[in-house]
RNA sequence: CGGGGCGUGGCGCAGCCCGGUAGCGCACCUGCUUUGGGAGCAGGAUGUCGGAGGUUCAAAUCCUCUCGCCCCGACCA
């Protein structure tokens, strides 16, 4: 392809929109562009690349055995009436209405569509198992998109469904997803981390989430580099403390502790380390119970680990005023001591502490020298903090890292809840009935290219991973001669010949412009064609990502090319 | 939905406080020169100043409403 013939408008300055390098970039390099908020056109280079993305996971979906179909986009009201996810599902449903007022939704997922597709369809066990799977596009009405393609309100998405007659026929399916996503990313270039995910109230099953590592990414991770334990820290779990406090008991003390209400503050005015002290974090549940969690000072607490133990759906940090009513003080200075009508919860943690701080339900002031059972009592001690670096894994084998990462796939276990809600049934070999067993398992295609651009870049540019770059190669004659010119269409067609996809920067443009704009459309290889080299008989063959420059003669050019390419592509 | 910010030529911005009829850089068009890291000179085209209403002799500028967008938070698997 010559760039002359390729729409892609690049930009010299950073557009005013853009913040995160992903969103920058391919606005910059011309591949995507805004038409509303969190939706966006795919230009034909960014578009290149999402096709990639595509073929390889088509390709090994495919070969896992999955079946590729297309649902539409615009779903009947009753299908998710039926879930119950009409009313549930909130604002994000995007609906509308037809000519005769009948109720519809854009599509955000297609749980509903294709459960009644298989209740319709499949009536024996012998038609399972099966694995459907569609690459479409799907719109969530975000409450607030950003980060370009990283959190649009329509995207394109791949997900897959599988129906399985049994749970160990069910765990295959969502194995052989597994080992697909693994091959999928492998196959991309890109860096990235499975790791354990939360599973929500509907609990129970498995559920694993494909991480891009990126220092930027909205996702927390935790692993053990010399292990397989690797979990969202939204799931991570952390095992009791081994080592219980011996120190002996002293006698409980209130003391003045004027305007510290922070950990940071009361730290310092009492000259302790945070680890000394115990934050009773009030939360206010969904039923509109408040409960009291004590967390160790500098750690965090799990709320998604303190919502699962209750069982509750929302959980919100009490406000001042509930705070105030509840411990008769300013917010700051609670604590278990003398708290009523509250449940204490406290994470393991606390179990191996003694003579700690806390608040004292009352305004500038805290105890020092507390002690559980001796001057409050706990309900129930287990795992409501966050797991950090340094924390044993749960089976206590390793130490956990962190990472951060972008979230570009997950697979869950769904089981029976939407084959129960919608009746999706069929018969096994003697003839009774019963509920299929599904899984449902995403990639989202859009947010794996802005993954790679936030994970491969510098500030020059874009730097494509071979398997998923637009181009394998950029062919930059920056001399106007004509023996260069000559050389070039020579190379061009070569280059094609041998199975490169090549881009051709045929513009008249200065060598400066070209060289930037090669930068920063991120192609893996540059070659440049100048008189200065062909004088000693070379053209310069540039990594793009290393800048190393080789110099080559146009006859060996194209199999170092063939091999470099061949050997990326497997790395 | 709460908080903050921004809408001025294709892009990036100044002008707004203190009202007087719109400017800079880049990009674009023409010509000449130039050509290995975003060229030079000369000439040229491009604006309902997001929209509506109001105040005023006069509004990009002040007031009211409205739409859109960005950032932080809440939210979301």
């Not at 990235?192 to 099953?205: K, S, Y």
């Not at 340094?390 to 029976?416: K, S, Y």
């Amino acid at each position: 392809m010559r760039t002359s013939e390729l729409f892609v408008p690049t930009l010299r300055e950073d557009p005013g929109e853009a913040e995160v390098p992903s969103h920058r970039l391919m606005l910059r390099a011309g591949m995507i562009r805004k038409v509303a908020a969190g939706i966006y056109t795919y230009l034909p280079l960014g578009l290149r690349v999402i096709r990639k993305i595509e073929q390889i996971i088509r390709e090994e979906l495919l070969r896992a055995g999955a079946q590729e179909l297309l649902m539409p986009i615009l779903s009947p009201a009753e299908l998710w009436r039926e879930t119950g996810r009409w009313d549930f599902y909130g604002k994000e449903l995007f609906r509308c209405r037809d000519r005769h007022d009948r109720e519809f939704c854009l599509g955000p997922t297609h749980e509903e569509v294709v459960t009644d597709l298989f209740r319709r369809e499949v009536r024996s066990y012998r038609q399972l198992p099966l694995t459907v799977f569609q690459i479409q596009t799907k719109f969530r009405d975000e409450i607030r998109p950003r980060f370009g393609l990283m959190r649009a309100r329509e995207f394109i998405m791949k997900d897959a469904y599988s129906f399985d007659a049994e749970m160990t026929g069910a765990a295959k399916s969502y194995q052989a997803m597994y080992d697909a996503y693994h091959r999928i990313f492998e196959r991309t270039g890109l860096r990235f981390r499975a790791v354990e995910a939360d599973t929500g109230l509907i609990g129970g099953t498995s559920s694993h989430e494909f991480m891009v590592l990126a220092d930027t990414g909205e996702e927390l991770i935790v692993y053990d580099p010399h292990g397989t334990y690797a979990a969202n820290v939204e799931r991570a779990e952390v095992p009791p403390p081994t080592e219980i406090s011996i120190e002996p008991l002293q006698p409980l003390q209130k003391v003045h502790t004027p305007g510290a209400k922070t950990v940071e503050e009361v730290c310092a005015l009492l000259g302790a380390t945070p680890d000394r002290l115990v934050k009773t974090l009030l939360y206010t549940t969904d039923r509109g119970t408040v409960v009291a969690v004590l967390i160790r000072g500098d750690h965090q607490a799990n709320e998604i680990k303190i919502k699962r133990y209750l069982g509750v759906h929302d959980l919100a940090l009490a406000d001042a005023e509930t705070v105030q009513a509840i411990t008769h003080a300013p917010p700051g200075f609670a604590g278990p001591i003398g708290l009523s009508h509250v449940r204490i919860l406290a994470d393991h943690a606390i179990r191996a502490m003694r003579n700690m701080i806390v608040g004292a339900n009352e305004a500038d002031a805290h105890y020092i020298n507390a002690n559980w059972d001796r001057d409050f009592q706990v309900e129930a001690f287990a795992d409501f903090r966050q797991a950090r670096a340094g924390d044993p894994t749960p089976d206590r084998t390793g130490t956990l890292h962190c990472a951060r990462g972008i979230e570009v796939g997950h697979v869950f276990m769904l089981g029976t809840k939407y084959s129960e809600k919608m009746g999706a049934t069929f018969l096994d070999a003697h003839g009774s009935e019963h509920f299929v067993i599904m899984g449902c398992y995403g990639i989202g295609v859009g947010r794996t290219v802005a993954a790679a651009v936030e994970q491969n870049h510098d500030d020059k540019g874009i730097i494509w991973p071979i398997p998923i770059a637009p181009f394998h190669v950029h062919l930059l004659p920056v001399t106007p001669s004509d023996a260069i010119a000559h050389l070039t269409e020579t190379l061009y067609h070569d280059l094609q010949r041998a199975g490169i996809d090549v881009l051709w920067d045929d513009r008249d443009e200065r060598a400066g412009v070209k060289f930037n704009d090669a930068d920063l459309l991120g192609i893996p290889y540059q070659i440049i064609l100048g008189d200065k080299g062909l004088a000693q008989g070379t053209v310069d063959l540039k990594e793009r990502k290393t800048g190393r420059i080789e110099k080559l003669s146009p006859s060996s050019l194209i199999s170092s090319l063939v091999d470099k390419l061949s050997m990326g592509a497997k790395a």
